[in-house]
């Protein structure tokens, strides 16, 4: 192991001198890069990206068309993720007290995030998606995450990632495990839903690639620090079962279309994937979705503005009730308007946030019987 490892905390090894001049988190942003992992800050001791600037704050503003990115600032969270020496050198280097977060899906990495948080039990059917666990099957001491992937790779036969001594493993400050693996393709690999319900590869345990982004080894925050397990720091590749049982959770490979999208565009096949067909957040967002994707076939006149508004408005109350986050509804609403409206997007950014700023006032809770 490069002696520089060990200044990182990337082993298991006491750290190096005080002395040495180059603080944690510069050396951990500038050890990622060098594994070719875009890397973006943390706010202080805490998990969430660093502030964006006044401009990128202002209501109506979003990140598509937003100059900060070129120009060398932080905004917009991973997006914003990048291996530059020069660049990396000045945000850390400035601010050595951020935290270091890696772009997942540029860094072609697919991380499995295992939570063991004290919760209680959810219905049988949500502890494995898809997968049916008959009533007769007693559920005594599971748990958590750790215990959900551990019944998946045991049905699959094979073994379990939290046990995985090949691949980079992190514990976090909650007793969780982030087990992280490269994907054979950047990039192809969708991040989880969230906690709101939605894709996820088992209970407690979530996937972080495209469009999600994941702590490095080495970051403290707060609650604690994040630390390598054992000597390997290196991801190993993602291992076929899995990619079955991501692909199989709705964790699909993104189509990147060229040019104008034909209907239904990528975003109302993530709403279907993510249970579109039922009731729930992602089932009532696909059906005003639809409309807007439906304006892909005509270019005039078939009122795409307020279909808009009237999704966004929908989207904003659903973010507010807390059954998705603003980001995955920003997410989804965009990549809607971009696939009927190419080349729009700065309009259509407008119309989401004035919509979904609307919509929030109003939070639209879905009952279990609604
Ligand atoms: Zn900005
Ligand atoms: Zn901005």
């Keep these: 192991m490069a002696p520089e490892l060990h200044l990182l905390g990337l082993s298991t090894a006491r750290p190096g001198p005080l002395s040495s001049a180059v603080p944690q988190p510069l050396a951990t942003a500038r050890w990622c890069a060098a594994q070719g992992w875009p890397v973006h800050p943390l706010a202080v001791g805490r998990k969430t990206p660093a502030g964006n600037c006044e401009a990128c704050r202002r209501p109506g503003h979003t990140y598509s068309g937003c100059p900060c990115t070129t120009e060398g600032r932080w905004c917009h969270g991973f997006r914003a993720a990048t291996r530059d020496a020069d660049r990396i050198d000045r945000w850390w280097g400035g601010h050595p007290e951020f935290g270091v977060g890696v772009s997942c899906g540029p860094a072609g990495l697919v991380v499995i995030d295992i939570d ?66 490269r994907a054979p393709e950047a990039g192809a690999w969708r991040s989880s839903a969230g906690s709101g319900g939605g894709r996820a590869l088992a209970w407690q345990v ?47 490979p993104q189509e990147r279309p060229a040019g104008p999208k034909p209907v239904p565009p990528r975003a109302l096949q993530a709403v279907i994937a993510a249970g579109g067909g039922r009731q729930g957040a992602f089932g009532v ?68 946030r004035s919509g979904m700023t609307a919509g929030s006032r109003r939070p639209l809770y879905l009952g279990r019987h609604g």
């Design 206 to 252: 979530d996937v972080r690639a495209h469009g999600g982004y994941i702590i490095a080894p080495g970051t403290t925050t707060r609650a604690g620090a994040y630390t390598a397990l054992g000597t390997v720091r290196r991801p190993a590749v993602l291992p076929a079962w899995l990619a079955q049982e991501l692909e199989r959770t709705g964790h699909l």
């Design 285 to 352: 967002l696909s059906s005003v979705l639809a409309e807007v994707t439906a304006c892909a076939a005509h270019t005039e006149g078939v009122g795409f503005s307020e279909k808009l508004n009237r999704a966004s408005y929908t989207a904003g109350g659903l973010v507010s009730a807390g059954h998705l986050t603003r980001e995955q509804a920003e997410q989804i609403l965009q990549d809607a308007a971009a696939g009927a409206r190419p080349g729009q997007e700065r309009r259509a950014a407008q119309i989401i």
């Design 116 to 181: 063991a948080h004290r919760q209680s039990l959810p219905d049988r059917s949500r502890l494995l998606p898809g997968i049916p666990i008959p009533d007769h099957v007693d559920l005594t001491g599971l748990t958590n995450g750790f215990h959900t992937l551990a019944v998946l790779a045991a049905l699959r036969g094979a073994p379990d990632p939290a046990a995985d001594g090949s691949t980079l493993r992190v514990r976090t400050p909650s007793g969780g495990l982030h087990v992280w693996y």
